[in-house]
């Protein structure tokens, strides 16, 4: 079993009785929204302005993850590139909106909790979400997986 394979696994496994898959499949990129934008928002050093405007702790995020994508599995990466940029792209738009960025990531970072917990009610609750926080970017891997999988393509 490759390490893919046993990352989905495990996930899935504690995943296997979700109360509500809709509100599940929409908390997930809330909670991955909500946390970058957090990190987007911290202060960062000025040797990351003098590389880019756009390099902060949200973007690093972002580029860790990809990287880690592409290690665990090459067509799961290229699947996620598009969540990932559509992340970056909604997180530059509000650091450049009228829209205070902590504020909208603080909201969706506590929306994503509360649907985290009503989709997880009948799989643990609580320890879920908490699971689901720790396992915050393999969630939407996951997800994908699971699309992959219905439409038979190889991951």
């Known amino acids: 079993m490759s390490e893919t394979d046993r990352w989905l696994v495990d996930y899935g496994e504690s995943h296997s009785d ?3 898959p809709l509100v599940f499949w929409i908390s997930v990129p809330l909670l991955v929204l909500g946390t970058v934008g957090l990190l987007w928002s911290l202060p960062i050093p000025h ?7 756009v390099l902060n702790w949200g973007s690093a995020f972002l580029m860790a993850a990809v990287v880690y994508y592409f290690i665990i599995s090459m067509s799961l990466a290229i699947g996620m590139l598009p969540f990932i940029f559509g992340v970056a792209a909604l997180q530059i738009w509000l650091a ?7 504020m909208a990531s603080s909201g969706l970072l506590a929306a994503s909790i509360i649907g985290l917990y009503l989709g997880n009610l009948p799989d643990g609750g609580i320890r879920a979400v908490f699971r689901d926080i720790q396992l915050m970017m393999i969630a939407p ?4 997986s699971n699309i992959y999988r219905r439409f038979g393509i190889p991951y």
Not at 47 to 53: N, T
């Open 18 to 20: 979700i109360g509500n």
């Open 47 to 53: 040797e990351f302005a003098d590389i880019s405007p």
């Open 141 to 144: 891997v996951w997800i994908l």
């Open 96 to 102: 450049n909106s009228a829209y205070s960025p902590y």
